[in-house]
Nanobody, 123 residues
Framework: QVQLLESGGGLVQAGGSLRLSCAVS????????MAWFRQAPGKERDFVSG???????YYVDSVKGRFTISRDNAKNTVYLQMNSLKPEDTAVYYC?????????????????WGHGTLVTVSS
């Protein structure tokens, strides 16, 4: 059974950085397209960033230039490096795995979800 385990969340001041990790167990991370979503209090879960089979990355406009997604096949892990954090980045961040990049970006055809890690950015 494939599982995703996120880590790296925490409390950080505005302007600070965090690196989230998503460890994949049960199958190689290269078998999936991977993505990060986030859900702020009282809001829906939204796509943040994704990485395709070929390593092509995609970001929503609000995080472009600040967040970087990467994949380490040897460690079976996907990362989200978050710099210049803002209070509006506060949310629970979820890792997701699927096979169709275009559908995954809109939250469809998600094969596996992680349980989430909380990121809190103080002003």
């Amino acid at each position: 059974q494939v599982q995703l385990l996120e880590s790296g969340g925490g409390l950080v001041q505005a302007g600070g950085s965090l690196r989230l990790s998503c460890a994949v167990s049960g199958r190689g991370v290269s078998s999936y397209v991977m993505a990060w979503f986030r859900q702020a209090p009282g809001k829906e879960r939204d796509f943040v960033s994704g990485i395709s089979f070929a390593g092509i990355t995609y970001y929503v406009d609000s995080v472009k230039g600040r967040f970087t997604i990467s994949r380490d096949n040897a460690k079976n892990t996907v990362y989200l490096q978050m710099n210049s954090l803002k209070p509006e980045d506060t949310a629970v961040y979820y890792c997701a795995a699927g096979y169709n990049f275009d559908r995954l970006k809109i939250g469809q055809l998600v094969n596996v979800w992680g349980h989430g890690t909380l990121v809190t950015v103080s002003s």
